[in-house]
T-cell receptor, first 116, second 112 residues
Framework: EAQVTQNPRYLITVTGKKLTVTCSQN?????MSWYRQDPGLGLRQIYYSMNVEVTDKGDVPEGYKVSRKEKRNFPLILESPSPNQTSLYFC???????????????FGPGTRLTVL | GQNIDQPTEMTATEGAIVQINCTYQTSGFNGLFWYQQHAGEAPTFLSYNVLDGLEEKGRFSSFLSRSKGYSYLLLKELQMKDSASYLCAVSHAGAGSYQLTFGKGTKLSVIP
């Protein structure tokens, strides 16, 4: 089954304790992305990757890191989480679109993170 | 920067037709997407417009006018299960970046 998986689905942690949220896709997509979703603010792009070893900042990258060592995996790293990073996080992947932009994004199930 | 506007909330009656508008100001426009998101779930793809005009897919249609920076999603024969948030998203590129920017979403409530 074609899918994007994220782990963990739920996480409660404390300020400053490094964590990693994993994301994996089995559709051979080039483009992968992380979003956070907060009430009243909608989905905001954190980081994206156009292919292996190619990553770039989205609109809200502060406090996050990513890596793309393999095509299927795109982990999100919070080196020192803070309470303002409490949010619902989505990973997504897609092929390249016909005009060079992103094609239809397929989303993972989401990770609900609480930082105390 | 990119700016996408859509109404925050709408209410419509089961069986009716509803139109959700989206306006955008962006540079490097590559296409416009509509996603549906039920509460607590991931967004799912509804439609994609890259050229001006209407795209029809069953009960859902989406329209794009690039010159006006305007799109709408049309939902016909509304069902209770259509109660969800509808997200407008613009794909844009420039200076080596390729991003997808979302509007804040329109929460649609379908009432009997």
């Amino acid at each position: 089954e074609a899918q994007v998986t994220q782990n963990p689905r739920y996480l409660i942690t404390v300020t400053g304790k490094k964590l990693t949220v994993t994301c994996s896709q089995n559709m051979n997509h080039e483009y992968m992305s992380w979003y956070r979703q907060d009430p009243g603010l909608g989905l905001r792009q954190i980081y994206y990757s156009m292919n292996v070893e190619v990553t770039d900042k989205g609109d809200v990258p502060e406090g996050y890191k990513v890596s793309r060592k393999e095509k299927r995996n795109f982990p999100l790293i919070l080196e020192s989480p803070s309470p303002n990073q409490t949010s619902l996080y989505f990973c997504a992947s897609s092929f390249w679109g016909q005009r060079g932009g992103t094609d239809t994004q397929y989303f993972g199930p989401g990770t609900r993170l609480t930082v105390l | 920067g990119q700016n996408i506007d859509q109404p925050t909330e709408m209410t419509a009656t089961e069986g009716a037709i509803v139109q959700i508008n989206c306006t955008y100001q962006t540079s490097g426009f590559n296409g416009l997407f509509w996603y549906q998101q039920h509460a607590g779930e991931a967004p799912t793809f509804l439609s994609y417009n890259v050229l001006d005009g209407l795209e029809e897919k069953g009960r859902f249609s989406s329209f794009l006018s690039r010159s006006k920076g305007y799109s709408y999603l049309l939902l016909k024969e509304l069902q209770m299960k259509d109660s969800a948030s509808y997200l407008c998203a613009v794909s844009h590129a420039g200076a080596g970046s390729y991003q997808l920017t979302f509007g804040k979403g329109t929460k649609l409530s379908v009432i009997p």
